[in-house]
């Protein structure tokens, strides 16, 4: 009993690379787990991993290549990262869900524009915000996910239950520019726009699409089942505090956090039509 009970659970991540599986990755290795990761080897440099994690290297979309890389490793739990809907999850054995809401990490701002938009706060171009900046967001650093998730691994009581794992802050979007603002030492000019223009200023853009289907609302949640099941999970990174860490992150790797052509030209582009139509409501305010 004691040799079991010493013995480290062993896990593979599916994904464990990426913005929020890294960190689980990280903090797993940390409690003492034994853990391999499958991905296809693309994302390693942006996010390093602690030494004794077993890269495997296989497309989840191709059953042989994944049976290959897996070879004939047993694992107590496996955390899936790549699947997103009931569709997804292969049926016929235990499963429990845990549902993210929106996750970065110190590598992956959560404004929509990412890196492009922080440059544009820096150096004082306007930054486009959607509705009137009010609505109410959760954000949550990988890190605080990561308590939660690592915390169910190997506890039988958590399969077939569904948990929502958010941190507890919840900001309107002007807080979220603006604390991203006063780390980087500067005022935000906030310019905002009405959700329902996005897509039509910028049909095809990814945002578009999130601004009017996702982001646009409030989003709060009960985090009261993820508390109770892991009784450790206690959100530390307020966003002030990963603000300040993003922000050093940007300084200490300039070739992966800098402005994108094309996002730019995107966010230029709402900025440009928000005056063209303030322009054409003041000419109506005055007729
Ligand atoms: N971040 C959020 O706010 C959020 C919110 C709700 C739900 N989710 C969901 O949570 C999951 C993880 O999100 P994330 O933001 O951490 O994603 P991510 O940063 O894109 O990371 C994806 C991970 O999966 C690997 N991967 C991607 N495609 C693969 C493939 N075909 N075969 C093998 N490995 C593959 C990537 O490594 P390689 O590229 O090297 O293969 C990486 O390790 C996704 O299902 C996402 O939809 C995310």
Redesign the pocket.
């Known amino acids: 009993m004691l040799h079991h009970d010493a013995a480290p659970l062993r896990v593979l991540?599916?994904?464990?690379?990426?913005?929020?599986?890294?960190s689980c990755v990280r903090l797993s290795v940390e409690t003492g787990m034994r853990v391999a990761?499958?991905?296809?080897?693309?994302?390693?440099k942006d996010r390093p991993l602690p030494d004794g994690v077993e890269a495997l290297v296989?497309?989840?979309?191709?059953d042989a290549a994944v049976t290959a890389a897996i070879g004939d490793r047993t694992f107590d739990a496996v955390v899936n990262?790549?699947?997103?809907d009931a569709a997804d999850a292969r049926r016929g054995f235990p499963l429990t869900v845990v549902?993210?809401?929106?996750?970065?990490d110190d590598a992956?701002p959560?404004l929509p524009g990412g890196w492009t938009v922080v440059d544009r706060i820096a150096r004082g171009a306007e930054v486009p915000v959607h509705g009137d900046g009010t609505s109410l967001w959760t954000l949550?650093h990988?890190e605080d996910f990561a308590q939660g998730l690592v915390g169910l691994l190997g506890n039988p009581r958590a399969i077939g239950e569904t948990f929502t794992i958010t941190g507890s802050d919840v900001y309107t979007w002007d807080q979220i520019y603006t604390i991203v603002a006063e780390a980087l030492g500067v005022a935000p000019r906030l310019v905002h726009v009405a959700s329902e223009l996005y897509p039509v200023v910028a049909p095809g853009w990814f945002w578009s699409g999130e601004v009017l289907g996702d982001i646009g609302h409030s989003a709060v949640f009960d985090t009261t089942k993820i508390r109770t099941f892991v009784p450790g999970f206690a959100p530390r990174l307020t966003f002030h505090r990963a603000a300040s860490r993003m922000v050093a992150w940007r300084r200490d790797h300039p070739d992966t956090t800098t402005a994108d052509a094309a996002t730019e030209a995107v966010l230029d582009r709402i900025v440009g039509a928000y005056h063209a139509a303030r322009e054409v409501y003041r000419a109506w305010g005055a007729s």
Request: overall charge neutral.
């Open positions: 991540y599916l994904g464990g690379s990426g913005t929020i599986s890294a990761m499958l991905n296809r080897g693309r994302n390693e296989a497309d989840v979309t191709d990262f790549l699947s997103y549902r993210p809401s929106h996750t970065y992956n959560p949550t990988a």
